[in-house]
């Protein structure tokens, strides 16, 4: 069945033996019942799975099928279960923290009250899940009357902080979700009802919101792409119409901006985006020369083709961002934060000045993860003094 412990999870050397061995018995335990399940769902008899309470952390069950299982308030965190099927399951209130669930396939599952903190469910498919407010009825004694009591606990679904990038949730129920920094870049939200989710600061550009339920969403610091179907659905939110006005206030400043270099700044006005709040901004293909975005966050922020030469974006904050095209000659990139952004084919070359000298491209402290790096001019040199890692990159 492929079922192994995953090795040094837990990031502490001194405690993987320990979580292994102990891992190593509750499969052992956990083994017939998983047989069982798949004689169940072969129609061979055996036994449909069914936890509750049960700890099934650091283990590898990759593929593994878990349809139509009840696996209520069980323990995922830091397992592989990448591909694995749960569809028709009940999962209700159960935890996966940091657990791989990429390709993982939760279709009509019942997810009331999950928790995925930091999880990866990249292309994973939850199409018709309920995702509501879990709740458990625990059961105590009456010490007054004598008899047994009950009381019921109810727990908030919760996928913040999460990767659902590519993910489909077609039909999904989501209200009233707590979704925050989540990363749902191009996932297919077609006709889910997230009324009154909580989406800050979380990614949706390129997502598929057609028929989506928006009412009464929280959007304080969340990215979308600005689409007629959007406008429509979130005209009225205070959030939304926020983040339409930064957008036309910086558009209306790189306006001026362009003015004043095209004049020699005898007209318009200086751009300075220093420690503003860019996120989704969408400045592809402008002239942003000189202009500086110094610890200035542009999480999604799209500046293709713009020209960014001699700009400053030291310590800003630049997370699946698109600066692909772009010319960076001579900008600096000093100690900025730069994770899952592509800069594809952009022009790193020294930025040749009027007095004879240059100006290098510079990353010095900055720190590169999953990026897209395949241009031709940033080289091994220029990067030398940032930590680069995860990278796709061919400069020489």
């Not at 036309?248 to 004049?263: G, I, N, P, T």
Request: include cysteine.
């Amino acid at each position: 069945m492929g079922v192994r412990t995953i090795m040094g999870a837990s990031g502490q050397a001194s405690g993987v033996a320990v979580k292994a061995a102990d891992q190593q018995d509750r499969l052992a335990r956990m083994r017939e019942s998983l047989r069982n399940h798949l004689l169940h769902l072969a129609g061979k008899g055996g036994k449909r799975l069914n936890l509750m309470m049960s700890n099934v952390s650091y283990v590898i069950l990759e593929n593994f099928d878990f349809s139509r299982a009840a696996m209520v308030a069980c323990n995922f965190s830091y397992s592989n279960l990448e591909g694995a099927h749960f569809r028709d399951a009940d999962l209700t209130n159960s935890l996966f923290i940091r657990t791989n669930l990429v390709r993982a396939d939760f279709s009509g599952a019942i997810l009331n009250g999950v928790r995925f903190h930091y999880a990866d469910a990249q292309e994973a498919t939850l199409d018709e899940t309920r995702m509501k407010q879990g709740s458990v009825m625990v059961y105590r004694d009456d010490v007054a009357g004598g008899g047994r009591r009950e009381q019921t606990l109810v727990q908030e679904t919760d996928l913040s902080n999460s990767n659902f990038e590519g993910a489909s949730l077609r039909g999904a129920d989501m209200s009233g979700c707590r979704i925050r920094n989540a990363n749902l870049k191009g996932a297919d939200l077609t006709g889910a009802d997230l009324k009154g989710a909580d989406l800050s600061g979380s990614t949706l550009a390129g997502a598929v919101l057609t028929d989506a339920a928006l009412s009464d969403v929280t959007v304080e610091n969340t990215i979308f792409d600005v689409t007629p179907e959007t406008i429509n659905a979130l005209q009225m939110n205070d959030g939304f119409r926020r983040f339409l006005d930064v957008r036309a206030q910086a558009k209306d400043a790189a306006e001026l901006h362009r003015a004043w270099v095209d004049s020699g700044g005898k007209d318009g006005t200086r751009a300075d985006f220093a420690g503003r709040n860019l996120r989704g901004i969408d400045l592809s293909g402008l002239m942003l020369a000189t202009v500086s975005f110094a610890g200035s966050d542009l999480s999604g922020a799209r500046l293709s083709n713009a020209v960014l030469a001699a700009a400053d974006l030291s310590g800003a904050v630049i997370q699946y961002a698109d600066l692909s095209g772009a010319d960076i000659r001579g900008a600096n990139f000093a100690e900025a934060q730069v994770q899952f952004s592509s800069f594809q084919g952009v022009d790193a070359t020294p930025l040749a000045l009027r007095n004879g000298g240059s100006l290098p491209t510079r990353f010095d402290g900055a720190s590169l993860r999953n990026c897209d790096l395949r241009a031709p001019t940033l080289t091994a040199t220029m990067l030398s003094g940032a930590k680069v890692a995860d990278c796709e990159f061919d400069g020489a």
